[in-house]
């Protein structure tokens, strides 16, 4: 976990064009997406967890109103999103262990984070232990292709930008850990039946232009 921190901390600067180079241009429109299909409700408190640069807490900002905190384990990151938009509240913290209130946050957000966590049970349990009764955990992510066009794009497309992105980046190597950590990782139903096992019910599995990436919205019973 250590090292991971330190990789984020490293790509920090250009973290938001890595998503893009990844998405294929879409994970702007994919956040709004995600927003549109989670509960309308009047000053709802949200934790955008591994909020990373702050985009999907930016993105829920402008389409709802609320109380927002970003928190993400890398200092770097965070200091990014604090200049995109100062008004939200930041915190340092790990996914595997909040540090939050028991049922205290109406709405969870996770964008491109999940597959980064090393202990996908604890994660779960502690988003689960920090939502209100009702509440909902939304995951946008890079889930372990399962589609045609998914399959096509990651095992195939995503490793020849390899090169460019080095030269681009200059961290080669970051680029390659987070291809790698999209096929390494689980599907979107292996997932949802993964935040089952903790508590939670599925409300939906939505998949985003071929199943480039998917939204999982999990509540809270």
Not at 143 to 162: G, N
Not at 174 to 195: D, M, P, W
Request: aromatic share 10%; charged share 25%.
């Amino acid at each position: 976990m250590p090292k991971i921190r330190e990789m984020f901390d490293r790509i920090h600067k250009r973290y938001d064009l890595l998503n893009h180079l990844m998405s294929a241009g879409r994970d702007v429109a994919w956040r709004k997406k995600c927003v549109e299909r989670l509960p309308q409700k009047d000053n709802a408190v949200v934790l955008d967890l591994c909020g990373g640069t702050g985009d999907f807490a930016v993105t829920y900002n402008k389409m709802r109103k609320g109380t927002i905190l970003v928190g993400d384990f890398s200092e770097k990151m965070l200091g990014v999103a604090v200049r995109k938009n100062p008004d939200l509240k930041f915190i340092q913290m790990d996914a595997t262990q909040i540090s939050i209130a028991d049922s205290s946050v109406d709405i969870v957000l996770n964008g491109f984070g999940m597959r980064n966590i090393w202990n996908l049970d604890t994660a779960f349990s502690e988003a689960h232990r920090v939502l209100k009764g009702g509440g909902c955990f939304a995951t946008l992510e890079f889930f372990k292709p399962d589609k045609t066009v998914s399959k096509l794009f990651y095992h195939r497309i995503a490793p020849l930008a390899l090169p460019f992105a080095g030269m681009i980046f200059s961290k080669r190597n970051a680029y390659r850990y987070l291809v790698l950590s999209i096929l390494n990782f689980i599907t979107a139903k292996e997932y949802a039946l993964k935040a089952k096992n903790t508590g939670f019910s599925l409300k939906c599995i939505k998949a985003l232009d071929g199943g480039l990436a998917h939204i999982v919205i999990l509540e809270k019973p």
